[in-house]
């Protein structure tokens, strides 16, 4: 069975820097999805950015771009410019293409932006 | 596009109560899936239909729960009789149909039902 994993519960960052947000899953398959969902106060999950396993072109949404190391089975998510409506809680989900529609998300990484 | 749509937003019930929640996909999705949040256990899928069918409710914790998808604009979530621990977010996603490999097949995720039960 697949599992994600999101080591960091809490990071922050200020106004205008960098930040990493972690994430590594286990799988078998050689082919699947990755996403990134933003959830802020307001409760509604919102698609980051996705990222297709066989493309080896690193995602990149405005502000948001992943580090997708295949071998490594890491999927980090990268804000630059941090800005105070980014602070969330960040999760990083996994969805195979065989046979099932399921996401399987990790526990989550709340993400603070300090002014 | 008005998303998807859950009702009620909040619900307070009473331990022994039956609860019903409800969701409309968007117009066009084919796939449905009810998510339930807490502290503790984080996102869990507890059930997903494909064109009003169930594919997989594994994750359906007990018998006090069940899924209806009586046509493709409609689907409910039930609880009887609910418990504290039941108390939760619950979110209702819909994605759109396959269309190849390349397909994202993106869950577009509702506001939301946050249900206590005291």
């Known amino acids: 069975a697949q599992t994600v994993t999101q080591s960091q519960p809490e990071m922050s960052v200020q106004e205008a820097e960098t930040v990493t947000l972690s994430c590594t899953y286990d799988?078998?398959?050689?082919?699947?999805?990755l996403f990134w969902y933003k959830q802020p106060p307001s409760r509604q999950m919102i698609l980051v950015i996705r990222?297709?396993?066989?493309?080896?072109q690193n995602a990149t949404e405005n502000r948001f771009s992943v580090n997708f190391q295949k071998a490594a089975k890491s999927f980090s998510l990268k804000i630059s410019d941090s800005q105070l409506g980014d602070a969330a809680m960040y999760f990083c989900?996994?969805?195979?293409?065989?046979?099932?529609?399921?996401?399987?998300f990790g526990t989550g990484t709340r993400l603070q932006v300090f002014p | 596009d008005a998303g998807v749509i859950q009702s009620p937003r909040h619900e307070v019930t009473e331990m022994g109560q039956e609860v019903t929640l409800r969701c409309k996909p968007i117009s066009g999705h084919n796939s449905l899936f009810w998510y339930r949040q807490t502290m503790m256990r984080g996102l869990e899928l507890l059930i997903y239909?494909?064109?009003?069918?169930?594919?997989?409710d594994s994750g359906m914790p007990e018998d006090r729960f069940s899924a209806k998808m009586p046509n493709a604009s409609f689907s409910t979530l039930k609880i009887q009789p609910s418990e504290p621990r039941d108390s939760a977010v619950y979110f209702c996603?819909?994605?759109?149909?396959?269309?190849?490999?390349?397909?994202?097949?993106?869950?577009?995720f509702g506001p939301g039902t946050r249900l206590t039960v005291l």
């Open positions: 239909f494909n064109n009003n069918v169930p594919i997989d």
């Open positions: 799988t078998s398959e050689s082919d699947y999805y």
């Open positions: 996603a819909s994605s759109p149909p396959t269309s190849g490999k390349s397909s994202y097949n993106e869950q577009f």
């Open positions: 990222q297709e396993a066989y493309k080896q």
């Open positions: 989900a996994y969805r195979s293409v065989y046979n099932t529609d399921k996401l399987i």
